[in-house]
């Protein structure tokens, strides 16, 4: 069972192919993220712009490194939500042209779902990845950590989950980002906190750590609000400096300290959450998707506190890419489920698990 899978919900336009729901063939990225990092976040009209471009090229370098043509291929998965509008539309529509095209079933992917099914891919013959070993187990916790979404996830079996909880405001990737911005590191903000940060001391300052009713609900407003004041406070300036002044003002040390306490504190507020529905709910297995699943402090912090052994994923396979939109369209034809109409399959920008 060999499923091609399509990707173009954000930046990148990513297609990859996968055997059986477990062995990665290729794995293409074209990212058009040097196009937005000059305005500091994604412009939705130049992403969708960027996919028209590449969707057709990277979708034909996925079969060339697969080794495959059409005709070896079973299913074509898409990303239908939730993502940007245009960027969404860009996929569906090629995907739905190739299945009707090239006769083959079409899987709607949840590009949430799809994050975590990453972690079920364990061998590949491409060089330089790192996968777990194992396939995780069912019950299985998933915290879900990226630029759009902050989420714990209980799966009980394949297509059978509960959300646990998730980000009443900003999503920790989106904070990464935001804190970046304030320091003066470049965009995106996640890779570029995590190495200022192997230069400061992470507990420098003192940072708040949301307390909520909800046990497993996250909140990262505050956290980067905290940040921002803290910034202020360093050089002497109250609420009222721009904040648009405060990285030349900063000197390297005190950004070094901002990123590594910040890091601390946001990425042991979803630790903490994680170990505490491992404790309510004994899963067999515990895996992290998304964007900020390639921290290395999450990871440090993770392997740290859990009482069970825990595998990672390569970092190519965290960040937004089709192999995990193909391994979950592989498992869905796999167990019988329903296939999309390729005549009326739409978008769903707001989509949630
Ligand atoms: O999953 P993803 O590629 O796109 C979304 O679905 O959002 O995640 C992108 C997010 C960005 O916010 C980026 O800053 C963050 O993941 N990210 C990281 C790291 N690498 C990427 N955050 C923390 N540490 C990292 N090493
Ligand atoms: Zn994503």
Redesign the pocket.
Known sequence: MKVIGIES??D?TAVAVVEDGHRLLSNVVASSMDLHAQYGGVVPEIAARSHIEAIIPTVQSALDQANCTWDDIDGIAVTYGAGLGGSLLIGVMTARTLAISKGKPLYAIN?VEG?VYANFLTTTSLPTYKMPKNQPEFPLLALIV????SQLVLFRNHFDYILLGQTRDD????A??KVAKIIGLPY????S??KKALEGDPYAFKLPKAKLEDKYSFSFSGLKTAVLRLAQEQIGEDFTFPSTQLPERLSEAQKANIAASFQRVAIETVVDKTILAYEEFTPRSVIIA???A???E?RRQLSARLPIAIEYTD?KL???NGAMIATLGCFKALQGQPAADPYSLEIAPNLSM
């Open positions: 919900s954000c990148e590009h994050h990226s630029g759009g979404h999503a920790i990737g989106e990464f980002d995106p903000g996640g890779p906190i995590s998304g964007g900020v390639a921290n290395g999450l970092i965290c960040t937004d």
